[in-house]
Nanobody, 121 residues
Framework: QVQLVESGGGLVQAGGSLRLSCAAS????????MGWSRQAPGKERELVAA???????TYGDSVKGRFTISRDNAKKTVYLQMNSLKPEDTGVYYC???????????????WGQGTQVTVSS
């Protein structure tokens, strides 16, 4: 009933930039917090950034000062602008959204399918 579709991943050289997008669709009444996490092979999944419905952001320590999260509520979309990319930023990036559906009470967290980001040196 709800889909989150990420786009914008790819291959980039160290020091470069990418912008990820994640659009929500389906039987959505409202969206609370949205966010991004990432996972590299053999490593734990980690929080990258999160943003409230009022656009108050939170960042993981490893990306502070380099990444910016934003959202467009009218488009039901969250963005992640990634600058000064490093090889250690490589991984699969997943978006998430806490969504109140049209047919159900309460909020549920939905996840996107993930998009690969590879940073070469």
């Amino acid at each position: 009933q709800v889909q989150l579709v990420e786009s914008g991943g790819g291959l980039v050289q160290a020091g470069g930039s990418l912008r990820l997008s994640c659009a929500a669709s389906g039987s959505i009444f409202s969206i609370n917090a949205m966010g991004w996490s990432r996972q590299a092979p053999g490593k734990e999944r980690e929080l990258v950034a999160a943003i409230t419905s009022g656009s108050n952001p939170t960042y993981g320590d490893s990306v502070k000062g380099r990444f910016t999260i934003s959202r467009d509520n009218a488009k039901k979309t969250v963005y992640l602008q990634m600058n000064s990319l490093k090889p250690e930023d490589t991984g699969v990036y997943y978006c998430n959204a806490d969504i109140v559906s049209i047919s159900l009470l309460g909020s549920k967290r939905w996840w996107g399918q993930g998009t690969q980001v590879t940073v070469s040196s």
